[in-house]
């Protein structure tokens, strides 16, 4: 059993900040790719940002140069530092992580893709 949770969305007027977070656990045996993406109302969902188990990342041009996104291995957390925010950046922002589970790991399995719950941000005056 893996859980996704994530936390840090809210209000924020424009051109503020707001850090997100999802913490991962459960039975993993290791965790590769790692990243956020994020569906306004009426669109689809889209990739913000990725980071892989090696720290290369990879940001939707959108978002380049105003988000940042980091991960914590030892917590198995990732993050993503939004600055600059814009009304257009309002969305659900969901986390994304790609891991294999200890199960996965015994049988020789590969990885499976999980998704966070979702968290709100509205930027707003």
């Known amino acids: 059993q893996v859980q996704l949770v994530e936390s840090g969305g809210g209000l924020v007027q424009p051109g503020g900040s707001l850090r997100l977070s999802c913490a991962t656990s459960g039975s993993i045996f290791s965790i590769n790719a790692m990243g956020w993406y994020r569906q306004a109302p009426g669109k689809q969902r889209e990739l913000v940002a990725g980071?892989?188990?090696?720290?290369?990342?990879n940001y939707a041009d959108s978002v380049k140069g105003r988000f940042t996104i980091s991960r914590d291995n030892a917590k198995n957390t990732v993050y993503l530092q939004m600055n600059s925010l814009k009304p257009e950046d309002t969305a659900v922002y969901y986390c994304?992580?790609?891991?294999?589970?200890?199960?996965?790991?015994?049988?020789?399995?590969?990885?499976?893709?999980?998704w966070g719950q979702g968290t709100q941000v509205t930027v707003s005056s």
């Open positions: 994304n992580v790609r891991l294999r589970t200890t199960v996965a790991a015994i049988f020789e399995k590969g990885d499976s893709t999980y």
């Open positions: 980071i892989t188990s090696g720290g290369r990342t």
